[in-house]
């Protein structure tokens, strides 16, 4: 089955810890991002990647860090510098390439990482 | 103000009814738009997508694009307890539709 997958499905964390999540995808997509989901806020673009070894900062950058060492994972550490980093997390894949006339260019989700920090 | 506003809800109705679920957005420069069904603690699905203006059809749902409005509709005819989630509305300006802007979401109940 392709698609796109997630762990921890649930994180705890220690105050001052660095922790990473991980996110893999079989899709074969050029291009991978990370969101975070708070309560009432929707999705938070944090960070994206549009092919290997590059990747670019979103709206909500501070305090993670991610690497795109393979084209099948994006993995996203949050640092002990994110002041609030509680939440749900969640990675996506895509294409990448520009849309052509009557083609979606769907972003494809996986199934989350809920981090809590103690 | 943010750059795309949904009403979070919550919403509740009656199976059957038709639902309408709305965004508003500032950047004229979005062109493609999404809407997202999550359901509870799972991560969001592609419901529709849509470029410029219009309507979109698909079985019980329609999706309506105003960009003279800044407003973009989602219809949900003849509603069912497993239309019960969270839809979020999503748009982007550029080509690749890559760096999405998403609404709060709104949350769905479907009475029986």
């Known amino acids: 089955d392709g698609g796109i997958t997630q762990s921890p499905k649930y994180l705890f964390r220690k105050e001052g810890q660095n922790v990473t999540l991980s996110c893999e995808q079989n899709?074969?997509?050029?291009?991978m991002y990370w969101y975070r989901q708070d309560p009432g806020q929707g999705l938070r673009l944090i960070y994206y990647s549009q092919i290997v070894n590059d990747f670019q900062k979103g709206d909500i950058a501070e305090g993670y860090s991610v690497s795109r060492e393979k084209k099948e994972s994006f993995p996203l550490t949050v640092t002990s510098a994110q002041k609030n980093p509680t939440a749900f997390y969640l990675c996506a894949s895509s294409t990448g390439h520009p849309v052509l006339a009557g083609e979606d260019n769907e972003q494809f989700f996986g199934p989350g990482t809920r981090l809590t920090v103690l | 103000q943010k750059e795309v506003e949904q009403d979070p809800g919550p919403l509740s109705v009656p199976e059957g009814a038709i639902v309408s679920l709305n965004c508003t957005y500032s950047?004229?420069?979005?062109?493609?738009f999404m809407w997202y069904r999550q359901y509870s603690r799972k991560g969001p699905e592609l419901l529709m997508y849509?470029?410029?203006?219009g309507n979109k059809e698909d079985g019980r749902f329609t999706a309506q694009v105003d960009k003279s409005s800044k407003y973009i509709s989602l219809f949900i005819r003849d509603s069912q307890p497993s239309d019960s989630a969270t839809y979020l509305c999503a748009m982007s300006a550029d080509q690749g539709a890559q760096k999405l802007v998403f609404g709060q979401g709104t949350r769905l109940t479907i009475n029986p």
């Open positions: 899709l074969n997509h050029d291009a």
């Open positions: 849509t470029y410029s203006s």
């Open positions: 950047n004229s420069a979005f062109q493609y």
